[in-house]
Every structure is written in structure tokens, then in C-alpha cells.
């Protein structure tokens, strides 16, 4: 953030300290330790981050998707930012932090996004989940004491798992934190993706250490980067359309 910023909220949850930041341009960030959970702007949508790069990723299928699914909510950006490309999609997101909802809808307006949200843990969600969805997006990210870490190691298993979310042509999307520790999870991440699906891009964004994953099983695989690119003039923000530009899309296979 620049300029002059003021703490707006501070709030203690059962798993995350929560810091409500507003900047001078009206910028209001939830920030957690080692990472910034949410941010949104009265505005504009994107923000140089991992959020637009998921964005990215969620619209590689070849039909704009029914349904999706979000695991980890967080404060909703990248659901504002996929529901101006996708307004008639069927969203469910699943938030284990009561405390995290609650200031979602205080300080982002999430519920002008007619989203389905449930609170509970992820991973109890998907065991009982007997739905299927076009698009399941994974960024579930806990606070470590200095970092964000993964709450569950990333193996073929856990990717096979989350395919069975899907319908049988849908995209699976899932956000990697890159270098230091969590080298050894991305690249596991990477090898996973390309041991279940055909067609697997990543993308990343300019101002953040992160890379996302998309994989498909779609016969005809994913859009290619320059149709992708060309979403850009959609938005009638000129810095929007400048960070979409600034996307890095890289094929895997």
C-alpha cells in the first residue's frame, strides 16, 4: 500500500489476528501475519497479485463456467473480480473462519456478489460434498508464525481427490506461494497437476511471488494466452486493463 494508511479494525478470530487497513485512495486490506488475506478498492478490480492471476487461470476453460467452487474465501476479491466476467455463474465458497465472513461482509460488500458461502472446514466440506462444479478454485492458506503455510501437503492423491469435485471437462485451479519454504510445494504442486491432467498453463502475476495452476481434462484443452489477453479491454479502468496486460501465462503441457 502507499500513502497514508489507518488501521480501521483489528480483529482476534480462533485462527487468524486480522488487521483492517484503509489506504489513502480508499483501499481496505485484511492483513495477516506474512501475508495480505483480502483487499478491495470502491473501483478498481485488480490489484498486481495473486488474486488476478486466479482470476486468470478461472477463465481458461472453453465454456464460461455454471458453477464453482472457492475453498478458502478470505475477504472474496478474486469472487468480485470473476463475478464482472461471470455474472450468471452458480458461486459456493467455503470459509472456515466465521470471524473472516463477518468482516468480508462489513468491509468488501461480499454480499452483493449472490454468493452461496459456508462455514466450515474445507476439507470437511469436500468429504461429505456430493456436488460437481465446472470450476473448483483451492487457495486454502493458514497462518504459520511467520508465514502463510499450506494446511495439507499437495500430492496426487490430494489432486486426484479434488478432481473428483469436478465435472468431467471442469478446470481445477489451486494458488502457489513461490520460493523459500514453499519451494518444495509448488514443485510438487506442478508435478501433481501434470500427473492428472492433459492440459496444465500457470500464470503469474507481476507483484506477488505466487503462480497458479490450471488443469483440464477438456479435449480441446485451455484458451490460448492471447485470447486470454484480449479480456483486457473489458475493463473500463485504464489501470486495470494495464495489470491484466502484465500477466505472465506459461504452458506446462
Not at 502475476?205 to 495452476?213: A, D, T
Request: proline letters at 6%; charged letters at 25%.
Amino acid at each position: 500500500m502507499n500513502g497514508f494508511t489507518r488501521e480501521i479494525e483489528i480483529l482476534h478470530t480462533d485462527y487468524n489476528t486480522v488487521q483492517v487497513v484503509e489506504s489513502e485512495d480508499g483501499t481496505i486490506d485484511f492483513d495477516v501475519i506474512g501475508a495480505t488475506h483480502a483487499t478491495w478498492h470502491p473501483r478498481l478490480l485488480l490489484t498486481g497479485h495473486a488474486w488476478d492471476a486466479i482470476t486468470a487461470a478461472a477463465l481458461m476453460g472453453r465454456t464460461p463456467p455454471r458453477s464453482l467452487l472457492l475453498l478458502g474465501l478470505g475477504g472474496g476479491t478474486v469472487l468480485r473480480q470473476l463475478r464482472f466476467f461471470l455474472p450468471d455463474t452458480r458461486m459456493t465458497a467455503v470459509e472456515i473462519d466465521s470471524g473472516m465472513i463477518r468482516l468480508a461482509r462489513k468491509h468488501m460488500d461480499i454480499d452483493s456478489l449472490a454468493l452461496e458461502i459456508i462455514q466450515e472446514d474445507a476439507y470437511i466440506f469436500l468429504r461429505d460434498n456430493t456436488r460437481r462444479f465446472d470450476l473448483v478454485i483451492d487457495d486454502l492458506y493458514r497462518c504459520g508464525e511467520t508465514d502463510v503455510e499450506r494446511p495439507a501437503p499437495v500430492t496426487p492423491d490430494a489432486i486426484a481427490a479434488l478432481r473428483e469435485h469436478l465435472e468431467p471437462e471442469g478446470c481445477l485451479v489451486m494458488n502457489f506461494v513461490l520460493g523459500g519454504e514453499h519451494r518444495k510445494v509448488h514443485q510438487a504442486g506442478r508435478n501433481a497437476f501434470c500427473e492428472h491432467f492433459p492440459h496444465v498453463r500457470a500464470v503469474q502475476p507481476p507483484l506477488s511471488h505466487n503462480e497458479i495452476l490450471v488443469g483440464t481434462r477438456h479435449g480441446e484443452g485451455l484458451v490460448a494466452p492471447r485470447d486470454l489477453r484480449t479480456l483486457s479491454a473489458r475493463f473500463p479502468a485504464p489501470s486495470d486493463q494495464k495489470r491484466w496486460k502484465e500477466l505472465r501465462n506459461l504452458k506446462l503441457r
